[in-house]
C-alpha cells in the first residue's frame, strides 16, 4: 500500500472509531441524531454520515460532536489514544477494516483475528465491533467469539450477549450444495443466531 494510501485508510479507519465511540454514548444518553446534530451545529444529515462511517471528517468536526455530547475536553485526544493502542486484529480493528473494504472482504478479516487470538488468547482482541457494521458481520463476529472462549475454557464478552439472531438464515458459504450440511453441522453459537457453517469453518483459519 503506497503512502498516501495508507494514510487516507488510517484517518478514515480513526474517523470511524471515533464515531463509533461517539455513537455509543449518543445512545447511551438517550439523545437522538437530530438532537445531538443541532447541539453540535452539523447537519442532520452530517451526523448520520459520520456516525455511519466510512468518511473522512476532519478531527474538528468530530470534537465538536464530542463537545456537545458534554465529554471531557480531552475526550477527543482519549479516543485517539485508545485508537493508536488498538490491538492488530482484534475484533475492532478487523471490523472497521470490513466498513472500508466492503462486506465481501469478512473472510480475510475475520481469519486474521482467529488466528491472532488462538496465538495470544487476549482479551484485548474481543472488544466489540464498531458501529455501522453489516448485521451479519456483527453476528458473525460475536459467534466466532464465543466460539473461541469456549475452546480456550474461558468466557465470551459480555457485549456478545446483546448481539442478536439475524431475522432470516446467512448460509455463510453460499453454496447451494452445502446448505444441508451447514444445516446439520453449524456449531451452536452460529446456529443460534441463524447463520450456518460448516462445522471445519474455524479450522480454516
Not at 47 to 59: F, I, S, T
Not at 152 to 159: G, I, L, T
Request: proline content about 5%; overall charge neutral; aromatic content about 10%.
Amino acid at each position: 500500500m503506497d503512502s498516501e494510501k495508507q494514510l487516507t485508510y488510517y484517518s478514515m479507519s480513526y474517523t470511524i472509531f471515533a464515531m463509533n465511540a461517539l455513537a455509543e454514548v449518543r445512545k447511551q444518553r438517550d439523545i437522538s441524531q437530530r438532537a445531538l446534530a443541532k447541539r453540535a451545529a452539523v447537519s442532520f444529515r452530517g451526523l448520520q454520515l459520520l456516525e455511519k462511517g466510512g468518511h473522512n471528517w476532519e478531527v474538528m468536526t468530530v470534537a465538536r460532536v464530542a463537545e456537545a455530547l458534554h465529554l471531557p475536553g480531552q475526550g477527543v485526544d482519549l479516543v485517539v489514544d485508545r485508537f493508536l493502542r488498538m490491538r492488530p486484529d482484534s475484533i475492532p480493528e478487523i471490523s472497521i477494516r470490513m466498513l472500508l473494504d466492503g462486506f465481501d472482504s469478512w473472510k480475510t478479516h475475520l481469519f486474521d483475528f482467529v488466528d491472532a487470538f488462538r496465538a495470544t488468547v487476549r482479551n484485548e482482541l474481543l472488544e466489540p465491533p464498531a458501529y455501522g457494521l453489516d448485521a451479519r458481520l456483527q453476528a458473525l463476529c460475536a459467534s466466532t467469539a464465543e466460539a473461541l472462549c469456549a475452546e480456550k475454557a474461558q468466557n465470551a464478552p459480555a457485549w456478545c450477549a446483546g448481539v442478536p439472531s439475524l431475522p432470516s438464515p446467512w448460509f455463510v458459504s453460499g453454496i447451494e450444495n452445502l446448505k444441508a450440511m451447514s444445516l446439520v453441522e453449524s456449531p451452536v453459537w452460529f446456529r443460534s443466531r441463524n447463520i450456518f457453517v460448516l462445522g471445519n469453518f474455524l479450522s480454516r483459519a
